[in-house]
């Protein structure tokens, strides 16, 4: 099953419980999407992606990480990085606002000029799982107007390239593990 980016609580999906905080605003404006089949199990590529320390390792975009809290992951977890697209460079703290254990997380960042949005979904497969990365922005005030011209122009490129080179980099990473 396909998710699209979501800004609202979502309490259940299919019968099953998910935690999940209402976060306001309306869907990204910008999403770039990119998945991959990994050889290993869900909880492998999921305990991946409960861990920050190992952000600078997988994530692209995620050149060091600033604050991760000494506490297991979960809606209402924050951290704070150093990320990088491109020539932009810029502190980014991320707040966790669905968790969906062993299947799905969504983490949002808010800096007042855009609010990103980050969806990861592990879906496991016969012989071990798919992960699909969806990243959106939604660009406000004078980012709103320079995003216009400058998303199709090469942001779009760069966050695209950043979300392939991220599940590829958790697929090596989750299959190394295995070895």
């Known amino acids: 099953m396909q998710h699209q980016p979501k800004w609202s609580q979502q309490v259940s999906m299919n019968g099953a419980a998910r935690d999940a905080v ?4 309306g869907a990204p404006r910008y999403v770039v999407v990119a998945s991959t089949d990994i050889g290993a199990p869900p909880d492998v590529v ?27 992951m ?23 606002t669905e968790f969906e254990p062993m299947r799905r997380q969504v983490h949002l960042a808010d800096d007042g000029t855009a609010r ?20 959106g922005v939604e660009p406000r ?10 998303w199709p122009l090469f942001l779009r490129r760069l966050a695209q390239r950043a979300m392939d080179i991220t599940v590829a980099n958790v697929k090596a990473a989750a299959e190394a593990s295995r070895s």
Request: aromatic content about 10%; some cysteine; overall charge negative.
């Open 22 to 25: 209402d976060v306001p605003g």
């Open 46 to 72: 999921w305990d991946l992606y409960c861990d920050p320390h190992r952000y600078p390792e997988i994530a692209h975009a995620t050149e060091r990480m600033l604050h991760v809290p000494d506490v297991p």
């Open 74 to 96: 979960g809606v209402g977890y924050s951290y704070k990085e150093i990320g990088v697209m491109g020539p932009f460079k810029s502190e980014d703290e991320w707040r966790v």
């Open 116 to 135: 990103s949005h980050l969806e990861i979904d592990i879906e496991p497969t016969p012989t071990g799982c798919r992960v699909t990365q969806r990243f």
């Open 141 to 150: 005030g004078a980012m709103k107007v320079g995003s216009a011209v400058l």
